[in-house]
């Protein structure tokens, strides 16, 4: 069965540092890796799409790397602000269908 | 920029009762899907849909549920008779077949509550 977790499960940080979020899928026959972020009550913003040829893809602040090998892919997020607080959801593509892990709470102290 | 888009955002339906949910697409996408997420659960995967019909389906996605594009340009999902466990947020989502390999883009959701 394919199963993605994602650790830790929540995060408080002050504002400036830099965090990793962690994210590990047990099949490793993924077609590519997408990260989301879900604001209370809302819907699922894309943040970063790794295909499953690729190590890494970056955009501004977020920086996501994928080892297929490992089964693992991480989102670095750079100088945090208060504004990133938020549900950081990683996601797999098998064929058809995303499979979620359950996300990682954050939250940027000011 | 182009979005997806749900109608409509709060249903609340008695249990036994018929519901559909509606989607826009993006429109030059040519893959469309349904998820739900249960409050405080993960994100759940129920249908995918090309070419006017189902490509892939869960468990979830029994008897009780059907998928539809009646134009060319709504995409709708029907619960036929309710039942409290149905109670979720329900997501639209599409992608291209070509250009970025299946990224999906998702709508904002419709909340359905089941009395």
């Known amino acids: 069965k394919q199963e993605v977790t994602q650790i830790p499960a929540a995060l408080s940080v002050p504002e400036g540092e830099n965090l990793v979020l962690n994210c590990s899928f047990t099949d490793s026959a993924i077609y590519n890796l997408q990260w989301f972020r879900q604001d209370p009550g809302k819907g699922l913003t894309s943040l970063l799409l790794?295909?499953?040829?690729?190590r890494e893809q970056t955009s501004g602040r977020l920086n996501a790397s994928l080892d297929k090998s490992s089964g693992r892919s991480t989102l670095y997020i750079a100088a945090s602000q208060p504004g990133d607080s938020a549900t950081y959801l990683c996601?797999?593509?098998?064929?058809?269908?995303?499979?979620f892990g359950a996300g990682t709470i954050l939250r940027v102290k000011s | 920029e182009p979005e997806v888009t749900q109608t409509p955002s709060h249903q609340v339906t008695q249990m036994g009762q018929e519901v559909i949910l509606r989607c826009v697409p993006i429109s030059n996408h040519l893959y469309f899907y349904w998820y739900r997420q249960i409050l405080g659960q993960k994100v759940e995967f129920l249908v995918s849909f090309y070419n006017n019909e189902i490509s892939e389906k869960s468990e979830i996605f029994d008897d009780q549920f059907s998928v539809e594009r009646p134009d060319g340009s709504n995409f709708t999902l029907k619960i036929r008779s309710t039942k409290l466990e149905d109670s979720a947020m329900y997501f639209c989502?599409?992608?291209?077949?070509?250009?970025?390999?299946?990224?999906?883009?998702f709508g904002p959701g419709t909340r359905l509550t089941v009395l």
């Open positions: 996601a797999g593509l098998y064929r058809n269908k995303l499979v």
């Open positions: 989502a599409s992608s291209e077949v070509q250009g970025l390999p299946h990224e999906q883009f």
């Open positions: 790794i295909q499953s040829s690729q």
